[in-house]
């Protein structure tokens, strides 16, 4: 299991657009891959889940990859939040 904090960077949060590409982004790999965020879990691979959970620019969420390539699924992940998530 790794894990890793990061900063949500995206003027508007995680609304419809960057939750799915996040979302496309967990799908390509094996591991489970969830967040934390203000005492409750998501799962990065439910475009719902990412969208209840109200993530808002500045946030700080944990990302947590337990699997075969949780290594590269949470680098790739940390990567596209960093990069704006297409924004």
């Known amino acids: 299991m790794v894990s890793q904090k ?3 960077k995206n003027p508007t ?3 419809l657009r960057p ?3 996040l979302c496309k982004e967990a799908m390509q790999f094996k591991s489970l891959i969830t967040f934390t965020f203000r005492g409750s879990t ?3 691979k439910s475009v719902l ?3 209840g959970a109200c993530v808002k620019c500045g946030d ?3 990302f947590v990859c337990e699997g075969e390539d949780e290594a590269e699924a949470l680098a790739s992940l940390v990567k ?3 990069n704006g998530l297409g924004e």
């Open 80 to 82: 596209a939040i960093e």
């Open 60 to 62: 700080e969420v944990e």
């Open 13 to 15: 949060g995680l609304h």
């Open 49 to 51: 889940s990412v969208l």
């Open 19 to 21: 939750a799915g590409i």
């Open 6 to 8: 990061v900063v949500i």
């Open 42 to 44: 998501a799962n990065a």
